[in-house]
């Protein structure tokens, strides 16, 4: 696909200087040279345009806010003052896959005072004597060539800033996962709560269910109380004679 078509692919309705990374990585470019790219991306930070056949990149637009470029295998072998010029904030630069042979060649890039990070895999000047010392005499704000600094110490995978944002995103996670477990256990708690207040409810229920078959039994006794004593008598008799109907009837029969 050509590269202004794929650029206006990437874009997605978007206005350029809406856009922070752009990846226009295995398109074409016919001439060699950039096409379709602005200074309108005034916003842009990221910018990857990998195997696209770039014979130079004279025509990069000026995109101040520009950290990360990625130009590995394409074909550039020298114009690197241009980068010094349009990008002037940049920090990472893969030149990887190129045609860069010599040492001076990369001279320019000492105007990038900003610059942290080199990558030279597979050019040819990564094949010359003291390789690596002469690159970081030449640019001595690198702090990564190749991905190893002066002492061999591997770069991290990502930069210190977005590790720094993941490690706030996990630390907040936990915290959630924190909050979310003491909730769980006040829930718990609130549970068990509400468990004991039934069964003490319960409890005084029946109490109160005793305490009132006790007040009437009670309530039954202080009547028979108050009665004279001829009206106490009389209703114990009846009491009796509903309890012993049979004796009643044996009594009529011997009457007969």
Do not use: W
Request: aromatic content about 4%.
């Amino acid at each position: 696909m050509e590269m202004k078509k794929r650029l206006n692919l990437e874009l997605r309705n978007k206005k350029p200087a809406e856009v922070k990374e752009l990846v226009l990585d295995n398109c074409r470019s016919d001439d060699g040279k950039i096409g379709g790219l602005s200074s309108d991306f005034e916003n842009l930070e990221f910018l990857s345009m990998i195997n696209v056949n770039l014979l130079s990149v004279s025509n990069l637009p000026k995109l101040n806010k520009l950290r990360k470029l990625e130009l590995s295998d394409n074909r550039i072998s020298g114009g690197l003052e241009v980068l010094a010029e349009k990008t002037p904030n940049l920090t990472h630069l893969n030149l990887s896959g190129n045609k860069i042979k010599d040492i001076n060649t990369l001279e320019p890039l000492k105007k990038l005072s900003h610059l942290r990070s080199l990558d030279l895999f597979n050019c040819e000047v990564t094949t010359l004597i003291s390789y690596r010392d002469s690159i970081f005499t030449l640019l001595p704000q690198l702090t990564y060539l190749d991905g190893f600094d002066t002492n061999d110490k591997e770069a991290p995978d990502s930069d210190p800033e977005v590790d720094g944002l993941e490690d706030e995103y996990d630390e907040n996670g936990e915290e959630g996962e924190e909050e979310d477990e003491e909730d769980e256990e006040e829930l718990d708690e609130d549970a068990v709560d509400d468990e004991e207040d039934e069964e003490d409810l319960d409890g005084e229920e029946e109490e109160d269910g005793v305490d009132d078959e006790e007040e009437e039994e009670g309530e039954d006794e202080d009547d028979d109380e108050d009665l004279p004593q001829g009206e106490k008598r009389k209703r114990e008799i009846e009491d009796e004679g509903e309890d012993d109907p049979d004796e009643d009837d044996d009594d009529d029969e011997e009457d007969d």
